[in-house]
């Protein structure tokens, strides 16, 4: 199994589905925050199942949703096919999209799933994709130095502003003996430190900076905005 196949599947990471609902709705809101104008054209790429997508596409002119795996993509369509403001899209629609037209990209949690050459060459698709001055925003980049004890006093916070707490606990065992875990420690997981996406960035035709929070629970991992350069 690879990263792709475990997308593919229902998998451990929210507790339950409480937990999954207050995460994709922090997401969201933490999006809408980063749009400038209503008229923007937004692309969230490994966008996951987006339950709060109607809100974002509430604050820009376009959504656009991109996940790899095709289980996601079903139930995206099933949501969102219906809203007039939100585009689930293929990856053969994805490569479609017209260069330089999008205002947005948005990338939660992506880039540790991804080998450094698919990340870099996913940072020249957006390059390609993004009208010049374009926004780029990275966020959930694990750093070096994870650090387990920060992630699992991450979790329980947000658990217990959340109201699932109980099951935050029962879900941190469960993560323990699941495939997740397994696969952390067989395939891998990506992982940079400030100045190294810095120098990605700046190699493929991005200037930016490290925002001052994430849009996730876990602050202790990284959020960068850039904007495409002339
Ligand atoms: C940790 S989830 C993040 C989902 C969502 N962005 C969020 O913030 O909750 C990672 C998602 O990226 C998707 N993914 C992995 N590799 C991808 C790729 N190369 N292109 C598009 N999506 C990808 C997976 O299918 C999965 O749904």
Redesign the pocket.
Known sequence: MN??DF??RDNP?YVNERHKVL??DR?ARGICDLIEQRDWLVL???????LSAATVAQHCGLLYL????PN?QMRQHLRFDANPKIVVLS?ASLDAIADHSLDMV?????A???THA?FEA?LDFWRRKLKIGGKLVL??ILPKQTDMVADVTALLRFAWQGGFFFAACVGLVATFFSDYRKLRSTLGITSYDEHEIHVLLASHGFAGVRAGHN??HNQTRMMFVARAQD
């Open positions: 990263w792709r997308w593919n990471i995460h994709y997401i969230d790429h490994g966008s996951g199942e987006a991109h996940d790899a795996a996601v990856s948005v990338a939660n949690s992506l540790q799933y991804l698919e996913l966020a959930d849009l996730g």
